[in-house]
């Protein structure tokens, strides 16, 4: 029989097959606050409720108390003496259930309401949008600047507009939009206001230098989301959804008696659910307090200001737009004698030790561009490595300038002219199935079924990129359901 211990060096087996999760050197996904101290805490608390079941507080109090601490830790945070809310499993949950409680607390039919965004608001609304039948009407950012257009998010409201959406900041690039002018319009047309600041805003909420108020503080906003998980520094697992107004929140409550079990009360998506992601969130909180969060905003400041700086001087690449906080991202310099293709640089990035996060380029609806980009996440442990990276950027730019931009495989360069030429359809592609479908990856070389531990390294993800911005949008996602079904799936 196998034993624990040969169970457990498997699974170390495995996770050396991951990117690092610890040490600077990836500058996405992972939010390391550097502090062994913080990860030995938020495993000792996980462990310690790992028999809980989150569904019920009013049998496991722990539950009850914990969430209770997060809110207020989190009104505090937020700028808010009396906001209500509930703690999720993270920002895409938040969301998700921002848009229900509109929906709910607006009494609009699915199928009836529609949610005005910014276009670089997080794909998790069009995940909500999906799952609630409501609308998502991305409106176009200045391409410069990326911040929402006020203006333009007022000519896409209208009567059936339940919700509008800030950034604090946004994903994409890593900025605030004007949430006072939203937070004004928003009461101006009598809908709500939600702040997603599932990504920075535990980082801005103690950002060093001043910044216009994007909280719980501005008139009109309705509610906010934050990730503990991201500059909360916790385990995946934990967020938080906070509403202004009692009622908005408990319009997205689930409760029944109307089946013969127990009663059913479900402030989340979940039923049953882990206390784990909000334990641990709870112990890191008490454990930084607000000393320790500003301490290590304060240091993710400092190196970002740097790295901004690195780039600046580098020729052929720009800082995109005008960053707020933790995040940034970076694209070719088109004044530049020689621009620099940024997911070139990301591979020669790469290959001097940090992995960046290319992101594709987008047509908004009016047409205009946002540059396709490399995204960086700066977190307290990259001031460890900061000159490190700062020579890695540098150099790899150097290495970087020159070269053309990376080309889809020639599968699907065939099927992106077919889609233009009108041989294919947009509707045939969708109607494809499943094994049809992995023949088109396989036909351009991308095996899901290639071994697990070899097949992120053969991945060319600039040319997975490339292909991303020729497809039509519905055809690519549809290619990447596919891949990461039979990729996460035993071979047949
Ligand atoms: C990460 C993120 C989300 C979604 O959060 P998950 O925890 O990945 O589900 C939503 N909004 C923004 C701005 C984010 O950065």
């Known amino acids: 029989m196998i034993t624990p211990d040969e169970i457990v060096a498997e699974l170390r087996r495995l996770r050396a097959t991951d990117a690092p999760t610890h040490g600077g050197r990836i500058l996405s996904y992972v939010y390391d606050s550097g502090l062994a101290a913080v990860d030995r805490l938020a495993a000792d608390a996980a462990a310690l409720v790992q028999p809980v079941n989150g569904l019920d507080p009013t049998t496991f109090g722990s539950v009850a108390a914990i969430e209770r601490d997060l809110i207020s830790f989190s009104r505090t945070a937020f700028g808010s003496s009396d906001a209500v809310g509930s703690i999720t499993s993270g920002g895409t949950e938040s969301c998700v259930l921002a848009v229900l409680s509109a929906r709910e607390y607006t009494r609009t039919p ?10 670089t608001a997080h794909a998790a609304f069009d995940k909500a949008g999906k799952l609630l039948g409501v609308t998502v ?33 946004n994903y994409p690039t890593g900025t605030l939009d004007p ?20 990504l920075g805003g535990l980082a801005l909420a103690w950002w060093p230098t001043p910044l216009p108020d994007w909280d719980l503080t501005v008139p009109g906003v309705t509610s906010l989301s934050a990730d503990f998980h991201k500059y909360g520094y916790a385990p995946k697992g934990a967020s938080v959804l906070l509403h202004t107004d009692r009622d908005r929140h408990r319009a997205a409550f689930f409760a029944t008696t109307d089946w ?15 206390a784990a992601g909000a334990t641990a969130a709870w112990a890191i909180t008490r454990y930084l307090g ?4 500003t301490r290590l905003v304060a240091d993710i400041a400092a190196t970002a200001g740097r790295l ?3 780039v600046g001087g580098i020729d052929g690449l720009r800082v995109v737009g005008d960053p707020t906080g933790p ?6 310099d088109p004044d530049a004698a020689t621009p ?45 490595v900061v000159d490190e990276l700062s020579h890695a950027l540098r150099d790899g730019a150097d290495t970087a300038r020159g070269l053309e931009r990376s080309v889809a495989p020639a599968a699907l360069r065939e099927l992106a002219a077919a889609f233009d030429s009108g041989a294919v359809s947009v509707d045939d592609a969708l109607t494809l199935d499943s094994a049809s479908t992995e023949a088109v990856l396989v036909g351009a070389g991308i095996d899901p079924h290639t071994d697990p531990s070899d097949a992120a390294g053969s991945l060319d993800l600039s040319a997975v990129i490339a292909a991303i911005e020729s497809l039509p949008k519905p055809v690519t996602a549809k290619l990447l359901a596919e891949f990461l079904a039979a990729y996460s799936n035993p071979a047949p």
């Open 260 to 274: 013969p079990g127990y009663p059913v009360v479900n402030p989340t998506l979940l039923g049953s659910k882990s």
């Open 179 to 198: 949430i006072v002018e939203l937070g004004d319009l928003a009461l101006r047309r009598g809908v709500g206001l939600h702040v997603d600041a599932c």
């Open 327 to 332: 995040v940034f991202a970076v694209a070719a």
């Open 340 to 384: 620099i293709d940024p997911h070139r640089w990301a591979d020669e990035v790469a290959a001097r030790g940090f992995t960046l996060q290319p992101q594709p380029a987008y047509v908004q609806a009016d047409e205009s561009t946002l540059a396709a980009s490399t995204h960086l996440t700066i977190t307290p442990v990259t001031s460890a």
């Open 308 to 310: 901004v700086d690195v």
């Open 110 to 119: 699915a199928g009836a309401g529609n949610v005005v965004v910014p276009s």
């Open 290 to 293: 607000e000393a320790g969060f």
């Open 137 to 169: 009407r991305r409106v176009p950012v200045d391409p410069t600047t990326t911040r929402a257009d006020v203006d333009a998010i007022a000519g896409a409201i209208d009567e059936d507009t339940i919700l509008l959406v800030g950034s604090a900041p």
